[in-house]
């Protein structure tokens, strides 16, 4: 009786390929991983990281009032998400073959993402950013899910379910047990108000002020002229209901470069390498810090997957297939990384790059290449150019603050500030390349920069199986040929690696490498799970590792939640938002204005215009503002540059439509060092006259701190014609003694000496400036007073 092809014995390995070698290989990269994995928990045990647990269980009812906020936030923000993959499906149902269905459905999220971002850019153009008009376009989104979702429920909803259920199936239960913790913890954060500082700035600094402004116009802070695709979907949630629904957007994205890897890994037939891609990138601290906040970070790595996965699908057809609407749709999404972070430009070069590499490998003809590659190009091209265009036309640089040489642009002194802090590490010797991974894993933790032990522990498994192959077509352990795949994924490999080479030199943040490091995941998870799958011990070992290196990361998160956000009063209700947003919270957010933010709102007249000082936290401020950022040049310097006197000054400042001036003084302090500060003689004096003239004091409060001690002050004014002014006495002006300490600072040595002998130089050479005569009548009256007290002090 013939036996069954299931029967059937495996065929024999060839001697050439033993399979003793490659277990003594194995072992040895998974010794490098436990390796890494102890160093790691040593670093942070989990004995104390269970402390920061307590976060996690002082749950309760929220208040009706929080709950209604809740759910019109999950609203909005769903509303966006769902509407904008039913907008995608319509055309990655004919954009995507050689897709699964589950493939097909995470790739119209995000494409969808990227056209309603667009819309929101041609609605700032237009100047209708009003909320009836964002009611509409959100209403509009949802139909499109309703109907993408009646249209397309057989072929692609109903699979893509099953799809997912099978690869749920064959994944590990830990690492699924894992991701649904992180995944549901960061779903909770995601109603926690805005606290993230860079956040606060630009990420809805910036769309918060186009909002108030009715549209898209020119904004004093050098980040507003970054390309901001995803902060233009941020500008949609914030204009419909407020943090949350911009906040789940990012959320959404993090779910869908989870699905995305568990997609491709089902594509792959390798259904575990998805789930181990997707808890060692969302594990990553600095990967789960960002995922629930309104930073791009997530956001901009899951448009870098979508163009990786969609040119390996698309690389990975049959001949004769046809591939440029895969190959255009992978331009698309890396236009789309260049066009929500500049440091993700790379992607477009390394994407032609990689598939240059791909047609001379696999002797494809020079019209066939140039024909792809122009598709690749053009297609990028189209998608950036809004961007390069609203940058040159704002800055008179189309990439703006990079170039400057060639193209110019706005202040150079200040943008070589922005230069200095954000340049790369440049490792120059072999051996400090060689150790560059360790480095990065543990001695980078500031600055949300905290990758983990993920990708480090995974190098050496990694390196091996995929390049082993380079060597032998077929699978060292099983004998069987993977076919293009082990090739196509080497591709993907170096995709991410030339990624992680080219950011070394630009940008000393690791989360600025997350685009790339979530493109090595999956290649890597790939790599790992076929070389442990022919020995079980080796399989539960691998696992047991990934187990303990995502628990941890996963710690490491919560104790971040307990340490730094408190969350629970705010979300059940006991705390209000912008309560919650008014104190420092460690190591995200120092120093808030909120407080005054919202007296002005409450107290100002209509048409009441802010200038803020000393501060660069504006998403909160619910009053039309102006604010200069700490790489930008103080609006104040800008304006005496055409005001020459005191009353041109004033009248310049009435233009801008300025009514009060707020003052973050602790702050400004902080922030000093950026040179926020740093007017000339000149500007000082006109500054000061102008306050001694027209500014009097209208509120003093202070920051109601609760994890530190202390109430920084906080300091609001009126601005009033000279006559009207003159009726009482000028206040003290914070911001000349924040520039008096950047001059001469309170520790050094003959400190009284140094700030008399400024201000001595000031009042002889600005004799009109009152305050320069009064500052230093006070320092000699101290100076004398303290040498008298010295003087008794000898005597007895």
């Known amino acids: 009786m013939k036996k069954s092809r299931r029967q059937a014995p495996a065929p024999p390995l060839s001697p050439a390929v033993s399979a003793v070698p490659f277990n003594w290989a194995l072992w040895l990269c998974l010794g490098w991983m436990a390796v890494v994995t102890v160093v790691f928990y040593r670093q942070y045990p989990i004995s104390s990281l269970l402390v920061g647990l307590g976060a996690l269980f002082e749950f309760g009812w929220p208040t009706a009032e929080a709950a209604i906020r809740h759910a019109k936030g999950l609203a909005a923000g769903l509303g966006i998400c769902l509407g904008s993959m039913g907008v995608g499906l319509f055309f990655t149902a004919r954009l995507a073959p050689g897709l699964s269905a589950l493939g097909r459905v995470v790739l119209a999220g995000i494409l969808g993402l990227g056209i309603t971002a667009y819309t929101v850019l041609a609605l700032g153009w237009l100047q209708l950013y009003q909320y ?48 649904a913790v992180l995944t549901g913890v960061s779903f909770l954060m995601a109603f926690v108000p805005e606290i993230f500082y860079d956040s606060t700035v630009y ?78 990138f969302l594990s990553m601290p600095m990967t789960a810090w960002s995922w629930w906040t309104t930073g791009n970070d997530v956001g901009v790595s899951m448009l870098a997957l979508a163009a990786a996965w969609s040119w390996y699908r698309a690389i990975s057809l049959a001949e004769g297939t046809p591939r440029t609407g895969l190959l255009a749709l992978s331009a698309v999404f890396a236009g789309l990384c260049f066009s929500s972070k500049l440091t993700a430009g790379p992607v477009i070069g390394i994407l032609g790059f990689c598939h240059l590499i791909w047609g001379v490998l696999t002797k494809r003809s020079l019209k066939t290449l140039a024909i792809e590659g122009l598709t690749i190009g053009l297609a990028s091209f189209l998608v950036c150019l809004p961007w390069l265009a609203k940058a040159y036309v704002f800055t008179g640089n189309p990439v703006f603050p990079f170039l400057s040489k060639f193209f110019g642009g706005l202040d150079p002194e200040r943008t070589s500030r922005f230069y200095a802090e954000s340049q790369g590490f440049t490792p120059k010797l072999w051996w400090e390349f060689l150790s560059f991974p360790w480095f990065l894993t543990f001695k980078t933790h500031s600055s949300l920069s905290f990758m983990g032990p993920f990708i480090l522990s995974a190098l050496p498994l990694s390196f091996y199986h995929l390049f082993f192959n380079l060597l032998s077509s077929r ?5 069987r040929d993977p076919g293009p795949t082990a090739l196509n994924l080497k591709l993907v490999f170096l995709f991410g690696l030339l990624g992680c080479l080219a950011l070394v030199f630009v940008n000393r943040l690791t989360r600025y490498w997350m685009p790339y490091f979530v493109v090595l995941l999956f290649p890597m998870g790939w790599a790992c799970l076929r070389s442990v799958a022919a020995s079980p011990w080796a399989s539960r070992f691998f696992h047991f590792l990934t187990m303990v290196m995502g628990a941890t990361g996963i710690l490491i998160v919560i104790q971040t939640i307990g340490s730094s956000y408190q969350p629970w009063p705010v979300l059940l209700g006991q705390e209000k938002p912008r309560e919650y947003q008014a104190y420092s919270h460690p190591g995200m957010y120092p120093y808030p204005a909120v407080g005054m933010f919202n007296w002005a709102k409450d107290n100002l007249p209509p048409n009441s215009k802010l200038l803020i000082l000393g501060d660069e936290k504006v998403a909160a401020c619910d009053v039309p503002f102006l604010a200069a950022g700490v790489y930008d040049v103080a609006l104040p310097q800008i304006w005496a540059r055409t005001a020459k006197t005191t009353p041109e000054f004033y009248d310049r400042v009435r233009q801008e439509g300025i009514t009060h001036i707020l003052v973050n003084l602790m702050e400004g302090k902080r922030l000093s060092g950026y040179g926020i500060f740093d007017f000339s003689e000149d500007t000082l004096a006109l500054f ?65 000496v140094k700030k008399i002998d400024f201000y001595r130089d000031l009042a002889k050479k600005y004799p ?7 500052k230093l009548k006070v320092l000699e009256n101290f100076k004398a007073q303290s040498e008298a007290q010295m003087k008794n002090q000898r005597k007895r």
């Open 203 to 280: 990420h809805t600094g910036v769309p918060h002020w186009y909002l108030q402004e009715g549209g898209i116009r020119k904004f004093p802070n050098l980040h507003s002229n970054y390309p901001l695709t995803i902060q233009m979907l941020y500008l949609l949630g914030l204009g419909l209901n407020g943090d949350a629904a911009a906040k789940l957007i990012h959320w959404f994205c993090g779910v869908l470069i989870a699905l995305g890897f568990l997609a491709w890994s089902k594509e792959e037939g390798e259904h575990r390498a998805g789930g181990w891609a997707a808890l060692a």
């Open 132 to 179: 009836p008009v964002l009611a509409l376009l959100w209403t509009l989104l949802v139909a499109a899910f309703i109907v993408a979702f009646w249209t397309h429920r057989r072929t692609f909803i109903e699979p893509a379910l099953d799809d997912l259920m099978i690869t749920l199936r064959h994944s590990s239960p830990v690492v699924l047990f894992l991701l």
């Open 768 to 774: 009109q400036v009152a305050a320069f005569g009064q």
């Open 475 to 479: 699978h060292p352990a099983t004998g």
């Open 688 to 752: 000061c006259d102008f306050w001694d003239k027209h500014v009097r004091i209208l509120k003093e409060d202070a920051i109601p701190e609760k994890f530190f001690p202390g109430r920084p002050p906080l300091f609001l004014y009126n601005i009033l014609p000279e006559t009207e002014a003159a009726r009482t006495p000028a206040p003290p002006n914070p911001v000349l003694w924040i520039h008096e300490e950047t001059k001469v600072s309170a520790n050094e040595p003959d400190m009284i």
